[in-house]
């Protein structure tokens, strides 16, 4: 089963932390060609993942400060 065939996507952390070992194993070199492609493939769906996952939260973080609640939180914060 592929990596965004499932119907819940990972998270953020777990899709980095498959990522950061995929690129570990690319680095070693000593994969035969036809597994190296399947890992490459999925190195890249835990990639589009991790896009997905920052996308969206620098949406959402878009949305709060042109709302203004990113200045309501500083503000308060600055207060306490």
């Not at 998270?11 to 980095?16: D, L, N, P, R």
């Not at 597994?35 to 939260?57: F, M, N, P, W």
Request: charged share 30%.
């Amino acid at each position: 089963m592929g990596v965004l065939t499932r119907k819940k996507l990972p998270s953020f952390e777990i899709a980095m932390q498959k990522l950061e070992a995929i690129v570990q194993k690319l680095e070693t070199g000593d994969i035969p060609l036809k597994q190296l492609v399947r890992i490459y493939q999925d190195g890249l769906a835990y990639e589009k993942i991790c896009r997905s996952h920052l996308d969206r939260t620098a949406f959402l973080l878009e949305e709060l400060h042109a709302d203004g609640h990113v200045e309501k939180l500083l503000e308060k914060e600055k207060n306490a």
